[in-house]
């Protein structure tokens, strides 16, 4: 199986490798699939010599609308809620928080 290097930080590819087994990611460096098709689009950028970000070859993740919230989520919110809910809608505070309007008006019921 083939696998980009990937710099966490930039998200530039820096080198491909072949491995029997899933690559294990540090720090700094994360491995990512790459299928024959992704691996002929970084091989035909990389003959222009720039550096080839991962998310020109792969979509980006897509991230929840609505995330799911811990004990310790919910009285990070209800602080949050109860410091901002007179400078701001509750329709921004879920957005911020992104969770659902209704869960910013159970927290503030909870006040």
Do not use: C
């Amino acid at each position: 199986m083939n696998y980009f290097v990937v710099n966490v930080q930039s998200n530039a590819i820096y080198n491909v490798i072949t491995s029997t087994q899933v690559p294990i990611s540090t720090d700094t460096t994360m491995f990512v699939s790459a299928t024959d098709g992704r691996l002929n689009q970084y091989y035909e950028r990389k003959r222009w010599a720039t550096p080839i970000d991962l998310y020109s070859i792969i979509p980006k993740p897509k991230i929840p609308e609505i995330l799911p919230l811990t004990s310790d989520d919910r009285a990070s919110l209800s602080e949050y809620v109860s410091k901002r809910r007179h400078q701001e809608t509750v329709e921004r505070m879920a957005w911020v928080w992104r969770v659902s309007e209704r869960t910013i008006r159970e927290a503030l019921e909870d006040l």
